[in-house]
């Protein structure tokens, strides 16, 4: 874990503190790697916020959609990354529920990466 290493930024909410994971809304973050470099980022729900829809991760060169499907509390897209990130990077992950032919935001959970 990147504890101490990456600072939560909770769009929409009041931050939580110093960490490497984080939730606003339905829309959950977590942030695995150390310093700079960063192992994976992953995209979950949180308990009772199960939804039909896809997941968005981005920032810091990465930019990428889940499949769409049904997202329970206990699943997570994962997106590998195995590198380092430019110092201050925000990286970010939002639900999307598909409903009625649209898309409504289930949340935005951000990380700033840091030394």
């Known amino acids: 874990m990147a504890a101490g290493a990456v600072a939560l930024?909770?769009?929409?909410?009041?931050?939580?503190?110093?960490?490497?994971?984080g939730c606003n809304h339905r829309t959950c973050i977590a942030v695995d790697g150390s310093g700079l470099h960063v192992d994976a980022v992953s995209a979950s729900t949180t308990w009772g916020g199960d939804f039909t829809g896809h997941f968005h991760v981005w920032g810091g060169g990465l930019d990428t959609n889940s499949r769409t499907g049904f997202w329970g509390y206990h699943q997570?897209?994962?997106?590998?990354?195995?590198?380092?990130?430019?110092?201050?990077s925000v990286v970010c992950a939002e639900g999307w529920?598909?409903?009625?032919?649209?898309?409504?935001?289930?949340?935005r959970a951000c990380e700033e990466i840091h030394l």
Not at 10 to 19: D, L, T
Not at 76 to 88: A, C, I, M, Y
Not at 97 to 107: A, D, T
């Open 76 to 88: 997570k897209f994962t997106v590998p990354v195995g590198r380092d990130l430019p110092n201050r």
């Open 9 to 21: 930024l909770a769009v929409g909410a009041p931050p939580a503190g110093a960490g490497s994971r």
């Open 97 to 107: 529920e598909h409903v009625k032919g649209g898309f409504q935001s289930r949340g």
